[in-house]
């Protein structure tokens, strides 16, 4: 009676409050399968997606001579080096092959948007194949030409490379600027003696050997040719060399005073292309008898 009678005043006094206390209900407890549900979202979240496929992509470069035509297979060709901009990874690399293209499509014809000018049959060019996942900021690298190491030039560019948009037709261009010098005369083993005129022949060649010849498409009256003798790193004498009657050949006769080994330097100069080559030698030079 005692507690009955407490718990009827409480409840009494509480009125309204515990009649809602009394209603309140509990969830039902998650059915099994529910939670399975729940687990498996959970964990989908936790697990990294898989990397993207890579798509197999084309870019055809084609490394070219300033002021000139395609560095070819006559002279070595180009190598060609692909790189991850970001990571410097390489991508691809090769070496490009082919003919030096269309004399009158890349040198004589006016050029009109969307023409081919390098992209005729058996034109040198390099096609990388890379395998991208997603669009890759790429380095190019070309360097050449190749059959002539003291001669070889080099050049880069950036472009952005998206998997399975290839880039053909033309290519991507890489332009090389210079002449290719070759010494022919004095011999490296010649002997010389000081005081005794000895003849300094080179030839001189755009960098994908195309000729130079006065009046001709890269005209000998344009480019000067010059040698300088050097001692220690000084110059001690220098002579202009001329045209030869042969092609791509240029001479001049040579007399030092100073004996002992000196370095020959022939340099080939544009000013109105700014294509600049060079070669140079070790000779010896005897005193006279």
Not at 62 to 72: F, L, Q
Request: hydrophobic share 45%.
């Amino acid at each position: 009676m005692l507690a009955h009678g407490r718990h009827s005043r409480l409840k009494s006094r509480l009125g309204p409050v515990a009649e809602a206390t009394t209603a309140l209900q509990l969830p039902a407890p998650a059915a099994p399968a529910a939670l399975a549900a729940l687990a498996v979202v959970a964990l989908a979240s936790l697990t990294p997606s898989p990397a993207s496929a890579q798509v197999t992509t084309k870019i055809l470069i084609r490394v070219t001579s300033h002021d000139a035509k395609i560095i070819g297979s006559g002279v070595g060709g180009a190598r060609v080096t692909i790189r991850d901009f970001q990571t410097g990874a390489i991508l691809a690399e090769g070496i490009q092959e082919g003919s030096t293209g269309n004399t009158s499509s890349i040198m004589v014809t006016p050029r009109e948007r969307g023409a081919t000018v390098y992209g005729t049959d058996g034109a040198a060019g390099y096609l990388a194949t890379l395998e991208l996942s997603q669009p890759t900021m790429i380095e190019i690298t070309a360097e050449g030409p190749l059959g002539t190491p003291h001669a070889i030039q080099r050049a880069s560019k950036t472009m952005l490379a998206v998997p399975g948009r290839d880039v053909l037709g033309e290519g991507v261009l890489i332009e090389l600027i210079g002449f290719t010098v070759e010494l022919r005369s004095p011999a490296v083993a010649a002997s010389l003696t000081a005081g005794t005129p000895f003849t300094v022949a080179v030839s001189v060649t755009m960098l994908c050997g195309c000729p130079t010849e006065p009046g001709g498409l890269w005209n000998a009256d344009d480019i000067e040719v010059l040698v300088r003798v050097l001692d220690g790193g000084k110059e001690v004498a220098s002579q202009p060399l001329s045209f030869a009657g042969t092609t791509s050949t240029y001479a001049a006769e040579l007399t030092v005073s100073q004996t002992g080994r000196l370095e020959l330097q022939v340099l080939a100069l544009n000013d109105d292309t700014g294509n600049f080559g060079m070669a140079s030698r070790t000779v010896v030079v005897k005193p006279a008898r």
